[in-house]
């Protein structure tokens, strides 16, 4: 089949340099004039392997031109840049943050990094289940659990394995960015502002935020049917373990708490660390000020598990956790904007990851 983005080059690719290059690698950039985040960030963005991540005021080594720009270093837009660039197309992926992941999202605390978004990952798709036992061989996943309590109940049940990494879910993304050509901290205010000179671009991000850079009219429905609920996640540091048996629970009809995970058990590691998410509810009165929730969230957690001890609180806002209504196609288009996702099924880290690769497969024309 033909290949839309490979067949219409007029010129082989060529690598020219821009201005000076400047590859930040190490604590400072080659000029000294600009201090990159600590260490501890770039290993967040980067990971052990690799990935060209750039930080401000580095001028990187650059190609002619760009076929596919990728907005959003998500697993969404991680997966679809890494499937592209295995298919022989040049991408490039921005984000404004300073970190990549989105929801694989690790916060170091205390030296150890906790995981603030995703609670785990759910493998029954093949393709992912393949993607996951990679991850498992480079010792970056591991099997977890596949019993959750369920509250008010207090009953386990069981389902399907649920997946952690042992150095944080962010560790996946960095997987998949490995010699990805990255740019953080680059905010992107229209779809024209990038599509100069590039064959697509993909809008890897939560519909809400996708209307705000003005997408072309099929876009639009797609984006704006999309309904988010946000939650506030609360890193709960405990001085000791005192409680037992508990992987992770689902809290049904709590006015304040939806989930608790023993981080310590998902990790591997047995720190007395327990994360919580918080209802919509809870998350919708406190968006402008998280922290007024974590107190609230740790007597929650409190009194469901009978800790007595003040923990050690941390909180982080999710203004888009988690879409309420799912579209049944894989991702959407108009003309060579696309947008995709984990609101193109169900809820998961694995929607997001097969939306991104379905739609690399439909640019590449597989």
């Not at 300073?98 to 609670?119: C, E, F, K, P, W």
């Not at 720190?271 to 969230?297: F, K, N, R």
């Not at 696309?338 to 997001?352: E, H, I, K, S, Y």
Request: a neutral charge; glycine letters at 10%.
């Amino acid at each position: 089949m033909a290949n839309p983005l490979l067949d219409n080059r007029i010129q082989p690719p060529q690598t020219i340099v821009t201005g000076t290059m400047r590859i930040c690698t190490s604590g400072r950039d080659p000029s000294g004039l600009t201090t990159k985040p600590p260490p501890s960030t770039m290993a967040d963005a980067a990971g052990r392997r690799g990935a060209v991540v750039l930080w401000p005021h580095c001028v990187a080594l650059s190609v002619s031109f760009v076929d596919v720009v990728v907005v959003g270093a998500d697993i969404a837009g991680l997966s679809c840049a890494r499937a592209l660039t295995e298919g022989g197309a040049r991408v490039r992926v921005l984000d404004r943050g300073r970190v990549l992941g989105g929801r694989l999202a690790s916060r170091r605390i205390n030296g150890r990094y906790t995981d603030i978004g995703a609670a785990y990952l759910v493998a029954d798709d093949p393709a992912f289940a393949e993607q996951t036992e990679s991850w498992q061989a480079l010792g970056l996943a591991r099997p977890w659990t596949d019993t959750l309590r369920v509250y008010p109940a207090g009953t386990d049940t069981r389902g399907p394995v649920r997946w952690a990494a042992p150095g944080g879910l962010r560790s996946l993304a960095a997987d998949l960015a490995d010699g990805l050509d990255i740019r953080l901290f680059t905010p992107v205010v229209s779809i024209e502002s990038v599509a100069q000179g590039a064959d697509a671009v993909v809008l890897a991000m939560p519909g809400p935020q996708a209307l705000k850079l003005s997408p072309p009219p099929a876009i639009v429905p797609a984006a704006a049917s999309q309904s988010w609920q946000p939650v506030i996640a609360a890193v709960l540091t405990y001085p000791v373990r005192s409680w037992n048996g508990l992987h992770g629970a689902f809290v049904n009809d709590h006015p304040v708490l939806a989930t608790v995970c023993d981080d310590g058990d998902r990790r591997g590691d047995a720190a007395p660390v327990l994360v919580a998410h918080s209802t919509a509810q809870l998350a919708s009165e406190h968006l402008d000020a998280p922290a007024e929730a974590g107190p609230i969230l740790a007597a929650a957690v409190g009194e469901l598990l009978g800790i007595t001890a003040s923990p050690q609180i941390e909180t982080h806002r999710w203004t888009y956790a988690q879409p309420e209504k799912a579209s049944d196609a894989p991702y959407a288009r108009d003309g060579q904007v696309w947008l995709c996702g984990d609101a193109f099924g169900r809820p998961r880290v694995q929607t997001a990851w097969l939306s991104g690769r379905a739609m690399a497969s439909a640019l590449l024309g597989k």
